[in-house]
């Protein structure tokens, strides 16, 4: 009787130290989130030859509450654990946005969502 206590004390710290092991795991990588910031001197909605990015809009993604800048070319990227995300661009005087200012992102893992957003000269 005496060694099958013993195994089965040695089973349950043996699935405890499993289930230790399998809790400090590294989490999924992440993916990415690509904000594409455009002037739409057409207003058409969509970004034409010529119609090129604009650096320096911010945007805030939700849930987090981080605040995000476009570059030089007009992008902000980075990354993200999967999930579902809400980009919104705040507005800058003399400029129309074309298109909604708030868009829902979904991020998976190793791959890059692009959400784009336009707008235009008054």
């Given amino acids: 009787m005496t060694s099958v206590k013993i195994a089965t004390v040695t089973l349950l710290f043996a699935a405890s130290f499993v289930m230790l092991v399998s809790a ?6 992440p993916g990415r989130i690509c904000i594409l910031k455009y002037d739409d001197k057409n207003g ?15 945007f805030t ?12 070319a007009g992008r902000a990227c980075f990354p993200k654990p999967p999930g579902a995300y809400t ?3 705040h507005p800058k005087n003399g400029w129309t946005a ?3 200012t708030t868009q829902s992102v979904k991020v998976v893992i190793n791959h890059t969502s692009v959400v784009t ?6």
């Fill in 24 to 29: 400090t795991t590294n989490p999924p990588p």
């Fill in 44 to 58: 058409n909605g969509k970004q034409d030859p010529g119609e090129v990015g604009l650096p320096g809009w911010t």
């Fill in 61 to 72: 993604v939700m849930p987090g509450g981080q605040t995000v800048t476009t570059d030089q």
């Fill in 87 to 89: 980009i919104t661009e």
């Fill in 98 to 100: 074309v298109g909604p």
């Fill in 117 to 122: 957003f336009g707008n235009r000269r008054k």
